[in-house]
């Protein structure tokens, strides 16, 4: 349900989802202008895909992360850049309040 202060809008399908983008870079695995298929580093970048029903634009960029541990962190960048808003769900709202 929205909030006082907030106002839905109608939605078609496969628009109504927020995306995030997660690519891991694979350069230096295989010789130049070749890869080792399913094979990455585990480094790469975030970013929210573009959706014009919430807002989100292209201009949002891709936040880089250097460690597996550090993706949370980039996802995170990523959200709160495009100005994305969560809620909690299920069991987060035992000990998350939302306000």
């Given at each position: 349900m929205p909030r006082e202060e907030e106002t839905a809008v109608p939605a078609e399908h496969g628009k109504k989802m927020i995306e995030i983008k997660i690519r891991?870079?694979?350069?230096?695995?295989?010789?130049?202008g070749q890869v080792v298929p399913r094979h990455g580093w585990t480094c790469g970048?975030?970013?929210?895909?573009?959706?014009?029903?919430?807002?989100?634009?292209s201009l949002n960029h891709p936040i880089v992360f250097n460690t597996w541990s550090?993706?949370?962190?980039?996802?995170?960048?990523?959200l709160i850049e495009a100005n994305v808003?969560?809620?909690?769900?299920?069991?987060?709202?035992?000990?998350?309040?939302?306000?």
């Open positions: 891991f870079f694979t350069d230096a695995i295989a010789p130049e970048v975030a970013l929210v895909t573009p959706n014009s029903l919430h807002g989100i634009t550090e993706m949370n962190v980039a996802i995170e960048k990523a808003k969560l809620r909690p769900y299920g069991r987060m709202q035992k000990y998350i309040i939302a306000e």
